[in-house]
């Protein structure tokens, strides 16, 4: 596609409940990135792949969150048993290769759980 | 403290104006970004720097490494400049990472 898409675009959900949010990057782009972002900040990184290779996941706050990119596109971050502080806008940016690129972001999944 | 310092938080201005934000961080960095923040979420990037200046259009962005400062700034500013500027950084420890600002938010009246 043109640009990186999300989806879905908003979640609703109930504590306890597990999610999956979807990131559809620019094709060709070998950097994907996950980042969170809270009401009236900026997004903190969560974590990068490389190709299908999780390259860095110490921004991700603890062991309900995980991230794949099995065939190097599309990537799932998985939010297990979540809890109200999880709520928030989740970023997915890619990028043509990771060595001083820019990186174009996705519109984003605003996340509330309930 | 956090590692990417902006300022105002907030800024209000009247349509022509010039306008100037701030940015200052205290890490070793490889590039310097400014980013758009539209009202409807979306994040457009702006500027990719890692020395001197750079323009498109009414916006120009300069940085000063010695320093470890930048600033973005808006020429004749219009009513559809309004959003919130985002300045990032990349580190040298980890430069595929992003370090947020928690932005500007900007309003430019008619």
């Known amino acids: 596609g043109a640009g990186v898409s999300q989806s879905p675009r908003y979640k609703v959900t109930k504590r306890g409940q597990d999610v999956a949010l979807r990131c559809d990057p620019i094709?060709?782009?070998?950097?994907l990135y996950w980042y969170r972002q809270a009401l009236g900040q900026g997004p903190e990184f969560l974590t990068y792949f490389n190709y299908e290779a999780q390259q860095d996941k110490s921004g991700l706050p603890n062991d309900r969150f995980s991230a794949e990119r099995p065939e190097g596109s599309i990537s799932t971050l998985t939010i297990q048993r979540t809890e109200q502080r999880d709520s928030a806008m989740y970023r997915c940016?890619?990028?043509?290769?990771?060595?001083?690129?820019?990186?174009?972001f996705g519109p984003g999944t605003r996340l509330l759980v309930l | 403290k956090n590692e990417v310092e902006q300022s105002p938080q907030n800024l209000t201005a009247q349509e022509g104006e010039f306008i100037t934000i701030n940015c200052s961080y205290s890490v070793g960095i490889s590039a310097l970004h400014w980013l758009q923040q539209h009202p409807g979420g979306g994040i457009v990037s702006l500027f990719m720097l890692s020395s001197g200046k750079k323009k498109h259009g009414r916006l120009i962005a300069t940085i000063n490494i010695q320093e470890k400062h930048s600033s973005l700034h808006i020429t004749a500013s219009h009513p559809r400049d309004s959003a919130v500027y985002i300045c990032a950084v990349s580190p040298i420890s980890g430069t595929y990472k992003y370090i947020f600002g928690t932005g500007t938010r900007l309003k430019v009246l008619a």
């Open positions: 940016a890619s990028s043509f290769d990771s060595w001083r690129e820019t990186q174009y």
């Open positions: 094709s060709g782009h070998v950097s």
